[in-house]
């Protein structure tokens, strides 16, 4: 048996970053609190198991993937290899978009998550539109059953759709939003290699990054109520060429993140008058 305080010496052999704390504290699923206090003993085979995830996180591996879990807003988050992890600038993404709707005061009845995999943004969606009918559709099975795992986990009714992209639908929806996948071949190639353990389907957006929003914009005006919106999460150096494919609809509010990079576009369609 040895103190955390013990195997965090062994730990820092070879992992030099700062956060072993936390992630100790993820693995052993105790706080921070009991981790700062050095009153946790570990045996033997915990020890190990322990610095076998260490070591593989050391290697590139996604630290989401090892505890299971991730956090989006205040809401955690199931994740498993083959399943996209959240990223902060979503976060953003959705924050701006929510704040531009109820400012327009917009409150769609019925909304569409496209391509959910974790579920977050239809989980996010329904948390601040809680009387809105949210449905979340991905062509991946893994992901629609992991979505479905986050609604309840979270407690959130979401009507969750194995499919491809609008394929499956028949209703229209008063709030499209989607994060495509949307890297370009050389892109891809130029991930680091931890990213790359993420799904690579989830990711890349054909030869030039435009595969989904091509399909999305052509689609997505048959899913549309009157006065219907959607929402594109972006590949900040692919901005103007999603306005040139935008097909027929009108760019009504542009998104930043924290970095002062364009993340999202919000677009309705012609007839609509957004003033």
Known sequence: MKRISEVKKEIRKFYKEENIDYILSLILNISLKEIYKDEIFLDEEKIKEVISIFKKIQGGYPISYITKKTFFYDFE?????GIFIPR??????????INF?????FYPKKILDLGSGSGCIAIFLKKFFENSDVFASDINKKACKITLKNSKINNLKINVICTDLFSSFKEKFDLIVSNPPYLSYNEYKNLSENVKREPKEAILGGEDGLLFYKRIFNEAKNFLKENGILALEINPFLEEKIKIISNGFVLIKEIYDLRGFKRGLIFNLPFISFS
Request: aromatic share 16%.
């Open 88 to 97: 902060p600038e979503t976060e953003t993404f959705l924050f701006e978009l």
């Open 101 to 105: 709707l109820k400012i327009k005061n």
């Open 77 to 81: 988050i199931y994740v498993e290899e």
